[in-house]
């Protein structure tokens, strides 16, 4: 099993829609979740952390952490073309390390 | 403010060779953590690197190995390559030591092909 799972997608959705990235983990002591966006070609980058149980909002971006299912996702409100990127999910476990999915690549279609 | 840089950004190389890749954190930051990103395995983190110590380490064999400079600055060495170590490698930058309070900041990284 890995440490962090995500599905590879790609998942397509019409612009304006709501996209809804997910995640699991299976160090059950990990307090520390983000989530990373990275464009073709380039590097990735912070979009977002949560360290607590429940949502946390960010413009159109509301992650969301259960830690009791080890589980944490990503929506993304009004889904622009522009959002169109392979999106990393990683977790800080036990060990101190940032571990991350191998991503979930998204598409907006117009 | 100038951002992550990371030198060479293309590389080709041969089996059995080695390889240094260079990584210039943004100004003041002094937490230098380096990674692997392959198709199949995805990003994958190697270690990292706090004022010149190595502070956590991946799984990675020894033939990886890196440092960090007093102005924290640091390379990542791979000796004896193998085809499999084609892949980017990627160095990150933030402020302190870990993970867990500090936005990483990502290089362009470094494209290396192993023939």
């Known amino acids: 099993q890995k440490e962090v799972e995500q599905n590879s997608g790609p998942l397509s959705v019409p612009e304006g829609a709501i996209a809804s990235l997910n995640c699991t983990y299976s160090?059950?002591?990990?307090?520390?979740f983000f989530w990373y966006r990275q464009y073709s070609g380039k590097s990735p980058e912070l979009i977002m952390s949560?360290?607590?149980?429940g949502d946390k909002e960010d413009g159109r971006f509301t992650a969301q952490l259960n830690k009791a299912s080890q589980y944490v996702s990503l929506l993304i409100r009004d889904s622009q073309p522009s959002d169109s990127a392979t999106y990393l999910c990683?977790?800080?476990?036990?060990?101190?390390?940032?571990?991350f999915g191998t991503g979930t690549r998204l598409q907006v279609f117009p | 403010k100038a951002g992550v840089t990371q030198t060479p950004r293309y590389l080709i190389k041969t089996r059995g060779q080695q390889v240094t890749l260079s990584c210039s954190p943004i100004s003041g930051h002094r937490s230098v953590s380096w990674y692997q990103q392959t198709p199949g395995q995805g990003l994958q983190f190697l270690f990292e690197?706090?004022?010149?110590?190595?502070?956590n380490k991946g799984n990675f064999p020894g033939r990886f190995s890196g440092r960090q400079f007093s102005n924290s600055r640091s390379e990542m060495n791979v000796s004896t390559l193998e085809l499999g170590d084609s892949a980017l490698y990627l160095c990150?930058?933030?402020?302190?030591?870990?993970?867990?309070?500090?936005?990483?900041?990502f290089g362009p990284g470094t494209r290396l092909t192993v023939l």
């Open positions: 160090d059950r002591v990990s307090q520390s």
């Open positions: 990683a977790v800080i476990g036990g060990t101190d390390k940032l571990i």
């Open positions: 690197y706090f004022s010149e110590t190595q502070r």
């Open positions: 949560i360290y607590s149980n």
């Open positions: 990150a930058s933030s402020l302190s030591a870990g993970f867990s309070t500090d936005t990483q900041y």
